[in-house]
């Protein structure tokens, strides 16, 4: 059976979904940082799938940019958790609830 | 549309200086009062007097004709286009100007004397020089716009002034109370303007007098009747002339100025001003006669219940100026100038001369606790005596000349019941004035000052030349009826709109009705005597003088209600309208449509602060839903649309 473009759609779809029911359901700050980094995966599996089919480079270039930014975006979110939560064991994002109303 | 002009235009610098000089001498003593300190008065006085000069100069200019053209005019600029502004003497304005400067430099020289130690010595003087100013604004002006700011203007320094020592409450009442009752006056007058701007599209006096042969008599009936509200005001008269006796409270020059030589007769000028419509108008002037006449009588019978010297005094004016509005109102354009012209000389005089007494007696107004002044100030007395001789009409006094022209007016166009009335009035104005007199100057001492200052030269002097114009200027200018240098002066002026009213010869001549008048005046004089000056009556003074007090009838203590009366119809209506919108307009609509505001306001803040959970993962859920609803959106119903 040859892979179609519609495999990679549906294997790039699950993985969003499991990022996003990562972000949502788990507490742990690092495993959310990891499930987003899965949704931004997912995405780029499309740009490089669909660049593959239209034979387009734009896609290619748009991978490296989210990979790129991914990791900035993991930076800030690591220091974000670090300065936080600061040397402790046990880490869980619903302590932080400064912007209650 | 070409611009119709009174006047010869051109360009006249000395116009424009006299006309700014007193402003210059406003802001000076504005600005520089504390660093000024005594000189602020001499410079006042100065540049009013310079600014007279000029106006005598300028005699050549206002009484120049070319074509039908009159006078001086001076273009300024434009407010709109179309609608200019400018300064325009001619030999009406020019006779105002000269009573306002030259008059009014010696009123404020005597008040180099008059204020002397007061407190806001120079702030008087710049309210002084601001006067001068407006009013000059008021006559030089050449279009109703300009008239109108005059107007206000005046309003306000006649405002400042009454209320200048605002330590007394009563001063600041009566200064609220003149103020808003000659607003009452401005909405005529911009209701007037309004009307003519609908109907000629025009402001200037040129425009509109050429305009007005083609407006309907209706029309014209309604814009004179509008204008003569704001006479009504700002002259006094009835029945918005309440406020000129309050208007006492302000120190006597003001009064001397403000409220007998020139602002309360800016209604005389306005009708003088306006004659070409007047004179083609027999309704409205109906009105302003009949209104007239009333006023002097009024002001005299009121005249005679008052014991302030001052009030005597203004009750005084206003029944003159009651004249001088019936004299403009009938169509004698002249006369009521002309008692305009000389009641400026022997009013201030009057004024001033009280103001001699009250200064010397430490401010006492009472007249019942003068008396046998004529002995302690002789000089006053005299200056009293020949104003009194003037103001009643004695021969050869001033006085005699404008009254019997303004009287005679009456039957010379047709009008003898006002001129029954006038001549009544004629007889009561003897006997308040002689009252006046005898009370103050004669019999004994009532009051309690021992020494009666004297006051220094710079009061006397302007007091006793105003008494040379006073008792000379009606034999000098006045006499001779037709070509009487009065006459020949304001021929080119008044003459096409006196002629435009269609009147008979009267059946008596000028002779008879001046010798019917004088019989009045003496019948007048004789009562004074016997009450006030006879053997019998000085003996016991003090006693008749308190049982007039007590036995006075209640309708002349009450000033025949027309104060009760404003006080019902006006006034408590519109405090009731304000204790409502007070009580329960404010609280409850207007607080309570503040305080909805702001209760829905905290509801819709509470409703959406229960969104702000704090929890990163709730945000998170948020998104997502939203999220997937744009993408359900384009997925099936954006794409159904296709």
């Not at chain 2, 005299?382 to 404008?402: E, N, R």
């Not at chain 2, 021992?450 to 710079?458: E, I, M, N």
Request: proline fraction near 4%.
């Amino acid at each position: 059976m040859a892979v179609s473009i519609d495999h990679y759609v549906g294997l790039a779809a699950v993985m969003f979904f499991i990022g996003v029911i990562g972000v949502i359901v788990r507490c742990n700050p690092l495993v959310m940082l990891m499930s987003i980094e899965l949704m931004f995966n997912a995405a780029n599996l499309l740009f490089i799938a669909f660049a593959r089919v239209w034979l387009q480079n734009a896609g290619h270039i748009f991978a490296f940019l989210v990979i790129t930014v991914a990791a900035a975006e993991a930076a800030i979110g690591l220091a974000i958790i670090v300065t936080t939560f600061g040397p402790e064991r046990y880490v869980d994002v619903d302590d932080v609830r400064a912007l209650r109303g | 549309m070409p611009h119709h002009l009174l006047g010869v235009p051109g360009s006249y610098p000395l116009v424009e200086a006299l006309w700014l000089l007193p402003l210059a001498g406003a802001i000076l003593c504005w600005a520089f009062g504390p660093q000024l300190r005594t000189l602020a008065g001499w410079l006042a006085s100065a540049l009013v007097g310079a600014s007279f000069v000029l106006a005598a100069l300028s005699w050549g200019a206002a009484t120049q004709t070319a074509g039908a053209a009159l006078g001086a005019s001076q273009a300024l600029g434009s407010w709109l286009p179309g609608f200019d502004f400018g300064l325009l003497l001619d030999p009406l304005s020019l006779i105002w100007t000269f009573i306002i400067t030259g008059v009014g430099f010696l009123i404020v020289f005597y008040s180099i004397g008059y204020m002397e130690g007061d407190r806001a010595y120079a702030r008087f003087f710049a309210y002084m020089s601001f006067f001068v100013f407006a009013m000059l604004t008021l006559v030089l002006s050449d279009n109703w716009v300009g008239l109108l700011v005059g107007w206000g203007l005046v309003g306000v320094a006649s405002y400042f002034l009454i209320g200048f020592w605002f330590q007394r409450p009563s001063a600041v009442a009566a200064a609220r109370k003149a103020f808003v009752i000659n607003v009452v006056g401005d909405a005529g007058m911009m209701f007037a303007i309004f009307l003519i701007v609908a109907n000629v599209h025009a402001i200037g006096f040129g425009d509109v007098f050429s305009a007005a042969g083609g407006l309907s008599s209706t029309l014209v009936f309604w814009i004179c009747a509008a204008l003569f509200i704001g006479a009504v005001a700002k002259s006094a008269q009835i029945p918005l002339h309440t406020w000129l006796p309050d208007a006492m409270e302000g120190p006597t020059p003001v009064s001397a100025l403000i409220h007998a030589a020139t602002m309360v007769t800016a209604g005389v000028y306005l009708v003088a001003r306006s004659a070409p419509l007047w004179s083609h108008n027999p309704q409205a002037q109906v009105l302003v006669g009949t209104v007239g006449a009333i006023t002097a009588l009024t002001g005299a019978i009121l005249g005679t219940a008052q014991w302030d010297i001052k009030r005597i005094l203004a009750y005084s004016t206003m029944s003159q100026i009651g004249y001088m509005i019936m004299a403009v109102g009938v169509g004698a354009y002249e006369g009521g100038v002309a008692l305009f012209f000389t009641h400026a000389f022997f009013k201030a005089q009057l004024f001033l001369g009280a103001g001699l007494v009250i200064h010397a007696l430490n401010n006492e107004q009472d007249v019942r606790r003068m008396g046998g002044l004529w002995k302690k100030m002789p000089f006053a007395f005299w200056v009293m005596l020949t104003a009194v001789l003037a103001i009643t009409g004695v021969p050869g006094f001033s006085g005699f000349f404008s009254k019997d022209e303004v009287i005679f007016g009456d039957l010379q166009f047709g009008h003898p019941v006002l001129f029954a009335i006038s001549a009544l009035t004629a007889g009561i104005t003897a006997y308040y004035m002689f009252r006046l007199l005898f009370i103050a100057f004669f019999g004994e001492y009532r009051g309690d000052v021992d020494h009666a200052h004297a006051p220094g030269w710079t009061m006397n002097v302007p007091v006793a030349i105003l008494v040379a114009p006073s008792v000379a200027i009606g034999a000098a200018l006045l006499s001779g009826g037709e070509n009487s240098p009065w006459a020949r002066f304001f021929a080119a002026q008044f003459g096409p709109d006196m002629a435009a009213i269609a009147h008979r010869p009267p059946a008596i001549s000028e002779g008879v009705t001046s010798g019917i008048v004088f019989a009045l005046v003496l019948i007048g004089f004789a009562i004074a005597w016997w009450r006030y000056a006879s053997p019998g009556a000085q003996r016991d003074a003090g006693e008749r003088l308190e049982g007039e007090t007590r036995g006075m009838p209640a309708v002349l203590v009450h000033l025949f209600y027309v104060d009760d009366a404003i006080q019902l119809l006006f006034v408590r209506p519109a405090q009731r309208l304000g204790a409502f919108f007070g009580s329960i307009f404010d609280p409850h609509v207007i607080d309570g449509a503040v305080r909805d505001v702001v209760f829905w306001a905290r509801w819709l803040g509470t409703l959406v602060r229960s969104f702000q959970t704090g929890l990163v993962r709730a945000y998170a859920l948020i998104l997502v839903f939203g999220a997937t609803c744009f993408i359900v959106y384009y997925a099936f119903a954006a794409g159904a649309l296709h």
